[in-house]
């Protein structure tokens, strides 16, 4: 017998859905009692910070005005950018001539022409583009910074820099559009179907030929005006110097890493023993042995220049850093791995070139990325041994006569510039992680 | 059949039996390690062979013979007492030394608890709270550590009041003051019978290593859980408190004092040391809050289901299965970042808090020259420090190995 109740049972409210903003806030601010209290003294703590930054920064602060008497003149309260937006040149290129300013840019502009290809799909032979990049780039960019006459060296090395700027570009341009390479393009274009067929190869060293023989003879003609290095500065001579250290440090951290765990004893205890000293030291004291020591150390009548000291201290100290981030990659490959490549004959360098740093470098692209944080924050002191980099500039703000003591706003704008690139860079690594990992775990 | 064709196929090859100079393994390595050790042989004899004849030249001493010699300067900020052309080198070495020492060690204490503060913040259910917490690491890790001191020492520490105007940190009693002259404190003075509370103390804390010890073995022994916090707390302040009141409460503090222009009495921290101070602890403990995530993170998260499951509270979920397990991640990182705090303390010299480098390194450079001593006494320190660590380390490593099986 079934009883059926004649009151209504009682309406429930829906749960709120998954989505719903007020399940979420729930959940995630007000899930307990004490969690409220955290809740409400944190906003408040975001409020009081929040308005005091925004007010000082955005609301109050003067943003056109010639000298910091008048910034003083229209708000007391708020930040002076106007003092910073009067220094930008100065910031981002140094004291380098204002006229000239179209070469940093050009040379910024080949670089990212240089590297875009290596981001894009469907382009082929990404690991000689990445090598071109470090090998032939810096002799262009170097022309195009410091000027002056060529030597043959220099004609020959900024030729084949050109004329690998193009091959890359379109390279690229083909990979993107057609997903083939280069050369299988103009082969093809010639009507040779075999791209390994001794005629097809002679027309592509004949090609290259003559492109490099056009782009030699125009180069000879092109001369830019000699620019010290003593007028480099700001961000740029920041970038130039953090850029040298980057491209030195990756390889040179390999060989030592692999040194360090090599079986020959004398290579080892080398490594091991420049590795330890520059990881165990101050990297401002290794700037102060560069100036210090350097001129030393050199042949009589031979002077460096403080960039080159400063460059080579940075490239060693960074160097023992790499070394140390990718001996620890190489720690994650398990040892099977080197004893399938032994089984199947491949001798050392085959082992570690074409088995091991592949997969290891995969491992390491977290902390490589960490490492190239690190030096181009590190870079801010050369500062302190007296060249004008983007800080040692921040820092002559307040000695520039209308801007006299004007000390917070530069720094603070400093720090959102490192901010803004660090935090990418880091982002980036990050992406690349999740992208590049291949096993299964979550 | 096709197995016995290929047994017999491989009894046909025969291994190379003959030498081969150039291929031989053995050969191989000890050339190698020859020609390494040629390169660097002759890159060493450059270099000195340059050196010596360089410093020929100029005319320049060498030798340790400098630090006996007395310093024409002294430093502002010292631990042991100097004096200005009667202390020599050495004695500069020391107080530099000594003041690296004394701003790391501190800046390492207050970094490592600000960061394990913060790296709960940061794994905060709260989402607020967690952002909060997100926010600062970042901001912190991706700036320069040198703008920040820049920034500290510039936009905070000196615009701070004049003397007359000290800001009060202890709430009006007038303890704590800080001014653009820096930060002051209370000194304790001992008295004479203070080594009696201290023995009270060291005596306390034996007793409460025992108390555990019991308290450890009567658990496993009758699973009853003996409360051990508030029993050792309570020993550990009333013993030595006991004897401090009954020796006549024997020490007294030297109290910051205004007198004139300046304060006297108590101790002083000059400005580029509280901001060295907060500018490294405020950046290495960004660093260690994430280690301190990434490590308790790294605990795979069936050990929480399995502590709950046993009925184990959070707080004891915590401290008896997640933070053990965490330790070995974070610990060996976490040391690595107080060497780091260490060779970061050199970056006092563009602030003038003369650390070992800003003493040793510039000031004494520019006095007396002998820039090669110079440089590899101070690079000596660092090592010598980070030998120190890397021991610290090495010992914690075999220890965690012992436990791990």
């Known amino acids: 017998m079934t009883i059926i109740k004649p009151v209504e049972s009682p309406t429930v409210t829906a749960p709120l859905s998954k989505n719903s903003a007020l399940r979420w806030v729930r959940k995630n601010l007000f899930n307990s009692v004490f969690n409220t209290v955290l809740t409400f003294v944190m906003l408040y703590f975001v409020y009081v910070a929040g308005k005091g930054m925004w007010s000082w920064g955005i609301t109050d602060a003067v943003w056109i005005a010639d000298t910091r008497r008048e910034c003083f003149a229209i708000s007391i309260d708020g930040a002076c950018w106007a003092g910073v937006y009067a220094w930008f040149d100065n910031i981002f290129y140094g004291r380098y001539p204002r006229e000239e300013l179209w070469r940093i840019n050009l040379g910024l502009v080949c670089l990212v022409i240089w590297m875009v290809p290596l981001w894009l799909p469907r382009v082929k032979a990404k690991i000689s583009i990445g090598m071109t990049t470090v090998f032939l780039y810096p002799f262009l960019a170097g022309y195009l910074f410091s000027g002056g006459a060529k030597g043959v060296f220099m004609q020959f090395m900024v030729t084949a820099a050109i004329v690998c700027l193009l091959v890359n570009t379109l390279h690229a341009i083909v990979g993107v559009c057609s997903g083939r390479s280069l050369l299988e393009f103009i082969v093809t ?59 030195m440090a990756l390889p040179s951290g390999i060989l030592l890493a692999l040194g ?57 100290f960074n160097a023992a850093y790499m070394a140390e981030t990718v001996r620890g990659g190489l720690q994650t490959i398990p040892k099977r ?23 290891a470098l995969k491992h390491m692209i977290p902390n490589i990325v960490g490492n190239f944080i690190t030096l181009l924050k590190d870079t801010t002191l050369v500062s302190i041994i007296g060249l004008f980099d983007v800080l040692g500039m921040l820092r002559s703000i307040s000695k520039d006569s209308p801007w006299l003591g004007l000390h917070k706003e530069p720094l603070v704008f400093g ?13 980036y690594s990050r992406h690349l992680e999740v992208k590049l990992s291949t096993s299964h775990k979550k | 059949m096709a197995v016995s064709d290929n047994s017999k196929k491989s009894e046909q090859i025969k291994p190379k039996e003959q030498f081969d100079f150039f291929h031989d393994e053995r050969v191989r390595s000890v050339l190698y390690q020859l020609l390494t050790a040629a390169a660097v042989a002759l890159v060493a004899w450059f270099l000195i062979s340059n050196t010596s ?14 630090l006996n010699v007395a310093a024409g300067f002294d430093s502002y900020f010292k631990l042991i007492p100097n004096e200005a052309g009667v202390g020599t080198y050495g004695r500069i070495f020391v107080i530099g030394a000594l003041n690296t020492l004394y701003v790391s060690l501190l800046a390492i204490v207050a970094s490592t608890i600000l960061g394990f503060f913060i790296g709960i913040l940061r ?75 201290g023995i009270a103390l060291i005596v306390a804390i034996i007793a409460v290593c025992v108390f555990r010890r019991w308290a450890k073995a009567s658990q496993d022994k009758t699973g009853q859980i ?44 000059p400005p580029s040391f509280v901001t060295l101070l907060v500018a490294l602890s405020a950046y290495h403990a960004s660093y260690t809050a994430e280690m301190v995530r990434a490590g308790i993170l790294s605990v795979n998260s069936g050990q929480y289901d399995a502590a709950r499951s046993l009925g184990l509270k ?53 006095q007396a020259g002998y820039a090669i001593e110079l440089v590899s006494m101070t690079m000596a320190f660092y090592m010598f420090v980070s030998l120190i660590i890397s021991g610290l380390l090495n010992i914690y490593n075999k220890r965690i190995q012992l436990v791990e099986r």
């Open chain 1, 260 to 316: 360090r765990r090599s079986n020959l004893t004398i290579v080892r205890v080398f490594s091991t023993t420049f590795i330890e000293l520059f990881r165990s030291v101050p990297v401002i004291t290794v700037l102060f042995m560069a100036t210090t020591m350097f001129p030393l150390f050199m042949p009589q009548g031979f002077v460096l220049n403080k960039l080159v000291q400063v460059i080579i201290a940075v490239c060693m």
């Open chain 2, 226 to 269: 003996v409360p051990t916090i508030i029993p050792s707390c309570l020993l550990l302040i009333v013993l030595p408190g006991a004897v401090y009141l009954l020796t006549g409460m024997p020490l007294e503090w030297d109290v910051p004092k205004l007198a004139g222009l300046n304060f006297s009495g108590g101790a002083t921290l």
């Open chain 1, 189 to 247: 274009l010639f009507g040779k179907k075999n791209a390994s067929s001794k005629r097809g190869r002679n027309i592509l060293v004949g090609l290259f030929a003559i492109i490099f023989v056009v782009i030699y003879i125009w180069q000879m003609n092109w001369t830019v005006e000699r620019i010290p290095w003593t007028k480099w500065g700001g961000l740029f001579l920041t970038l130039v110097i953090s850029g040298i250290g980057i491209a």
């Open chain 2, 314 to 366: 959070q707080g004891r979920l915590m401290s008896l299965v997640i933070i053990p397990q965490a330790m070995p991640a974070i610990v060996p990182p976490l040391i690595s970042n107080w060497m780091s705090t260490i060779k970061n303390s050199s970056l006092a010299i563009a602030i003038g808090y003369p650390d070992l480098v800003s003493l040793f390194m510039q000031t004494s450079l520019n």
């Open chain 1, 337 to 359: 791995q080197f004893e399938a490549a032994h089984t199947i004959g491949l001798g050392y360098w085959q082992t570690m070139g074409l088995i091991i740093m592949p997969q």
């Open chain 1, 415 to 427: 720090a959102f510039l490192f901010f803004v690139i660090c935090f990418a860079m880091s982002k």
């Open chain 2, 123 to 197: 794994l905060s259910s709260n989402w607020l709270v967690s952002k909060v917490a997100l926010a600062y690491v970042e901001i912190f890790r991706n700036t320069p550590l040198l703008i920040q001191i820049v920034f500290w020492y510039i936009s905070v520490f000196s615009l701070l009041p004049r003397v007359r105007n000290s800001i009060d940190l202890s709430g009006g009693l007038e303890l704590v003051l800080l001014n653009n002259r820096g930060l002051y404190l209370p000194w304790p003075v001992p008295g004479d019978s203070l080594w009696l509370t």
């Open chain 2, 53 to 66: 004849k360089n410093l020929e030249a100029r005319g320049m001493h060498t030798g340790f013979s400098f």
